[in-house]
């Protein structure tokens, strides 16, 4: 607890000191993270920018950590200061920033700049960046969840490439079983079960793929249905009754722990979101050049479903420059910026028709099977109190996954408690 409380102090310290004192007010205040090379990319495209524009850009660096990230947003907006103008969210922060009216609605802004929001992939649009038919934010960088696969190992045994979550369990039994003469450690599927935010990623698409899901047509929070205890259900008997996941899965699998496993040669399938592609055909790994990709299967009468990442990109309401940050803007998501932060970070871009290009398609051979994924995304509830309701949902999963409860005892208490967490909020 000690340790939190010297982050957040370190943060608000930090916050203060970077948003608090505007160093001139005649520059734009650009908020972005990440890891050091892109950074150092950012600011080589927004050193583009106040070339072609004049407009004089301050790039405020934050954290790699996620967490912190949003912290470090979350200060100067609730305190309503000027900086920083405009920068990236999470894709779960969108709708938590929205309804603390914390964005300037892009409406007007993408009239203005001519910006086509028909080259974005419309169901991320509508279920992300719209709220009460308003447009609040737009996508640089789409991420969903994969299914990658050991191609050899398929060819050897005489598979193809699983489409249903039933092929998927029937291959892997017979593979692993097989394989497992010479590797005692072989699995035949590795996913992200932990408690943790991707334990969410992973039953949402399980749930998504069986007709279920986290919120139903009338947009209802609704958790405890027939088609979600069926994928919970799933995710328990992969583990538990066709022994294809490690006794492990839900104590330790992260994204990570998951390709590690798989890239040392201990697994047929994995989960895994589109940055392992490259570590799994790096000089160094033992299965490159025998891995492939694909969508994530489905239940046999449903459908395709993939849980939405990735970073969207908007503007402060309280920003002073907001016409030099819809400039910005427009620049970050023109055709240009967003191929080169495709081939020189391997993003994943947020315009749609940028995965018809040439160039990209030579870069990443599986850009189709991206672009399938995303017209198929499954975004996670907007509400600003998604935080809460995924801590419920995790601890009442991993009750499953651990054989302490059942799926329809979980879900109907997970049901519950969610109903409590937004009554307590008047939501």
Not at 92 to 112: H, K, R, T, Y
Not at 278 to 295: D, F, Y
Not at 327 to 346: D, I, P
Request: net charge negative; glycine share 6%; proline share 5%.
């Amino acid at each position: 607890m000690l340790a939190n409380q010297k982050v957040y102090i370190s943060l608000v310290i930090s916050a203060f000191l970077i948003f608090g004192c505007k160093p001139d007010t005649a520059r734009l205040t650009f908020a972005v993270g990440g890891a050091s090379n892109e950074i150092e990319f950012w600011e080589k495209i927004i050193g583009e920018f106040t070339d072609s524009t004049g407009i004089a850009v301050i790039v405020l660096r934050q954290p790699t950590d996620t967490d912190q990230r949003r912290q470090g947003l979350v200060i100067p907006l609730r305190s309503r200061q000027r900086d920083p103008d405009i920068f990236l969210m999470d894709v779960v922060w969108v709708g938590q920033f929205v309804v603390a009216d914390w964005l300037e609605p892009l409406d007007s802004v993408i009239m203005a700049n001519d910006i086509d929001i028909g080259n974005f992939f419309e169901p991320i649009i509508d279920q992300v960046d719209t709220y009460h038919d308003k447009l609040y934010a737009l996508p640089v960088y789409n991420d969903c969840g994969l299914l990658y696969y050991r191609r050899d190992l398929l060819e050897k045994y005489g598979f193809r490439s699983p489409t249903t979550w039933q092929e998927l369990i029937e291959s892997a039994v017979s593979i692993q079983e097989r394989e497992r003469i010479k590797n005692p450690y072989f699995y035949g599927f590795v996913w992200q079960g932990a408690q943790y935010e991707g334990l969410i990623c992973n039953f949402l698409e399980f749930a998504v793929s069986n007709n279920g899901g986290i919120i139903d047509s009338g947009g209802s929070m609704i958790v405890h249905t027939p088609q979600n205890i069926e994928a919970t259900k799933l995710m328990h008997d992969i583990i538990y009754k066709y022994s294809i996941s490690p006794p492990n899965t839900y104590t330790e699998m992260k994204e990570e722990e998951t390709r590690l496993t798989f890239e040392k040669g201990n697994a047929l399938y994995e989960r895994n979101w589109p940055y392992a592609w490259g570590l799994h055909n790096g000089e160094e790994s033992p299965v490159r050049g025998k891995v492939a990709v694909t969508v994530l299967p489905r239940a046999n009468n449903g459908q395709h479903a993939s849980t939405l990442g990735g970073w969207h990109i908007g503007i402060s309401r309280f920003s002073d420059r907001r016409t030099e940050a819809s400039m910005l803007l427009k620049f970050v998501l023109s055709y240009e910026t967003q191929k080169n932060l495709a081939l020189m970070l391997g993003w994943n871009p947020g315009r749609s028709d940028l995965y018809e290009d040439e160039d990209i398609n030579a870069s990443v051979p599986h850009l189709n099977i991206l672009k399938k994924s995303f017209e198929n995304a499954a975004a996670r509830p907007t509400t600003p109190f998604y935080t809460q309701i995924s801590d419920v949902l995790q601890k009442h999963l991993s009750a499953v996954l651990s054989g302490e409860s059942s799926p329809d005892e979980a879900l109907l208490k997970a049901q519950h408690e969610i109903k409590e967490t937004l009554k307590r909020y008047h939501e």
